[in-house]
């Protein structure tokens, strides 16, 4: 994707999230796979991690957008992630509230500015 297209923005989430991103626009589907992926009660924790790594090392997503709930299954893989782009943000869905204390980039934010949540 060329510079001037811009980033796409990746979601991991449960179906009423990745469903509302997509109906803002948000999908894209190539012949290498898409920039979403819902997560049902039946999905693998392998795939969820396995597609977080696509989207991370994907160079034409920017963020990745990830329902906390889904985060904390996979927080060791998240917690390994260092880089600054694609940005990875943690958000809430209908049923799970946002936790601050639970996000691993909040934490870090803190660490470094010696805030507390």
């Known amino acids: 994707?060329?510079?001037e297209d811009g980033k796409l923005v990746g979601?991991?989430?449960d179906e009423d999230t990745v469903t509302g991103f997509l109906l803002a626009g948000?999908?894209?589907r190539t012949m290498e796979g898409a920039n979403f992926l819902v997560v049902k009660n039946d999905t693998?924790?392998?795939l969820v991690?396995?597609?977080f790594n696509r989207l991370t090392e994907r160079d034409d997503?920017?963020?990745v957008l990830i329902n906390q709930h889904i985060a904390n299954d996979i927080r060791?893989?998240?917690?390994?992630y260092t880089q600054t782009i694609p940005t990875v943000l943690e958000i809430p869905s209908k049923d799970h509230p946002y936790d601050p204390e639970a996000?691993?980039?909040?934490q870090r934010v803190n660490l470094m500015t010696g805030g507390q949540m």
């Open 49 to 51: 991690e396995e597609t």
């Open 44 to 46: 693998p924790l392998s």
């Open 103 to 106: 996000d691993s980039i909040m």
């Open 61 to 63: 997503i920017g963020i």
């Open 26 to 28: 948000v999908g894209h």
């Open 1 to 3: 994707m060329a510079e």
């Open 11 to 13: 979601v991991i989430g």
């Open 76 to 80: 060791h893989v998240i917690k390994n």
